[in-house]
């Protein structure tokens, strides 16, 4: 039996599947946000339940906001701050008692894509999370690739590339940077983006049906958000050339980003052709868990 646990921001999930991928049991608990010891509480409980449940013992991967420094193995880049500068996989080995996998989250699911998702069948795979901040996982053959930084796959943190003068110097980001796709690309920079213009706060799918009924503003604002998107993966297109690049993330599920963005993106590129498919995430939300789980494939 595989377990994976997702330790993200706002929830904990864990799931036990089966070798082929089948799952057994799905679990979820709300994040103690803050409180890194309480979540390694949750973390240590959700596994007990597990095998509670299943009579069986599996085999640990969890995946992490954020990655481990390579050779001090402390967490950095999370937007979780509560694990920066922490012996995060010292602590979760302590707390659980037997050999674990960490990896980062984003990792995760780009591996879980690759293996039995949007992405099988193709050897590069870059999967892109549009959530409530952005980033990536890259796996390769089926497998994350990190690189000796353990930073692969960090696009959310790269600056908006060919920024016009609105555009400069860019938001404040929590990695203490200004600019980064993330302040420019996530479901929440799209929303208060909306809330500065109109004044009103509502939520990426509530602007987008808007847009639907002819709003003007948010039909202008969706067009800036995948002109944005476009730009950044321009860079990733130009640089790695991925097989395919697949999408997760609540604004993944928007279904016009499938319809625009390939149309978009091919104006940023150097080539003078884009092959690349654009796929929305086979798994969706449940991608970074399956990930975490694979990590014992």
Same mark, same amino acid.
């Given at each position: 039996?595989?377990?994976?646990?997702?330790?993200?921001?706002?929830? =904990?999930e $864990?799931?036990?599947m089966?070798?082929?991928?089948?799952?057994?049991v799905?679990?979820?608990?709300?994040? +103690?946000?803050?409180?890194?010891?309480?979540?390694?509480?949750?973390?240590?409980?959700? =596994?007990?339940?597990?095998?509670?449940?299943?009579?069986?013992?599996?085999?640990?991967?969890?995946?992490? +906001?954020?990655?481990?420094?390579?050779?001090? #193995?402390?967490?950095?880049?999370?937007?979780?701050?509560?694990?920066?500068? #922490? +012996?995060?996989?010292?602590?979760?080995?302590?707390?659980?008692?037997?050999?674990? #996998?960490?990896?980062?989250?984003?990792?995760?699911?780009?591996?879980?894509?690759?293996?039995?998702?949007? $992405?099988? $069948?193709?050897?590069? *795979?870059?999967?892109?999370? @549009?959530?409530?901040?952005a980033?990536?996982?890259?796996?390769i053959?089926?497998?994350?690739?990190?690189?000796?930084?353990?930073?692969g796959?960090?696009?959310?943190?790269?600056? @908006?590339?060919?920024?016009?003068?609105?555009?400069?110097?860019?938001?404040?980001?929590?990695?203490?940077?200004?600019?980064?796709?993330?302040?420019?690309?996530?479901?929440?920079?799209?929303?208060?983006?909306?809330?500065?213009?109109?004044?009103?706060?509502?939520l990426?799918?509530?602007?987008?049906?808007?847009?639907?009924?002819?709003?003007?503003?948010?039909?202008?604002?969706?067009?800036?958000?995948?002109? #944005? *998107?476009?730009r950044?993966?321009?860079?990733?297109?130009?640089?790695l050339?991925?097989? *395919? @690049?697949?999408?997760?993330?609540?604004?993944?599920?928007?279904?016009?980003?499938?319809d625009?963005? +390939?149309v978009?993106?091919?104006?940023?590129?150097?080539?003078?052709?884009?092959?690349?498919?654009?796929?929305?995430? *086979?798994? $969706?939300?449940?991608?970074?868990?399956?990930?975490?789980?694979?990590?014992?494939?």
């Amino acid at each position: 039996m595989l377990i994976g646990i997702d330790w993200g921001g706002t929830k =904990i999930e $864990g799931v036990a599947m089966e070798p082929d991928g089948s799952e057994l049991v799905r679990v979820r608990e709300a994040t +103690p946000r803050h409180d890194y010891f309480g979540c390694i509480a949750v973390i240590k409980r959700m =596994i007990e339940g597990i095998e509670s449940q299943t009579g069986r013992s599996g085999s640990i991967g969890i995946g992490i +906001p954020g990655s481990l420094e390579p050779k001090s #193995r402390l967490g950095k880049g999370a937007s979780s701050t509560w694990l920066l500068g #922490r +012996p995060v996989e010292k602590d979760l080995i302590d707390a659980l008692k037997r050999e674990i #996998r960490v990896e980062n989250d984003a990792d995760c699911f780009a591996a879980s894509e690759a293996v039995d998702g949007a $992405g099988v $069948g193709y050897r590069v *795979v870059f999967a892109v999370i @549009l959530g409530s901040g952005a980033g990536a996982g890259i796996a390769i053959n089926g497998a994350a690739h990190h690189g000796p930084n353990n930073s692969g796959g960090e696009w959310g943190h790269n600056p @908006l590339p060919t920024p016009d003068v609105t555009e400069i110097p860019g938001e404040p980001c929590y990695c203490g940077r200004r600019g980064c796709m993330e302040t420019w690309v996530s479901g929440r920079a799209f929303e208060a983006e909306y809330e500065r213009h109109a004044g009103t706060k509502l939520l990426a799918r509530d602007i987008m049906e808007l847009r639907r009924k002819g709003d003007h503003l948010a039909n202008l604002l969706w067009g800036r958000y995948v002109n #944005r *998107v476009a730009r950044g993966l321009a860079l990733v297109v130009n640089a790695l050339d991925p097989d *395919v @690049l697949v999408m997760g993330g609540g604004m993944s599920n928007v279904d016009e980003l499938y319809d625009d963005l +390939p149309v978009e993106l091919p104006k940023h590129i150097f080539s003078t052709v884009f092959h690349t498919p654009i796929k929305r995430a *086979v798994h $969706g939300d449940s991608s970074g868990v399956r990930g975490a789980a694979w990590l014992w494939r």
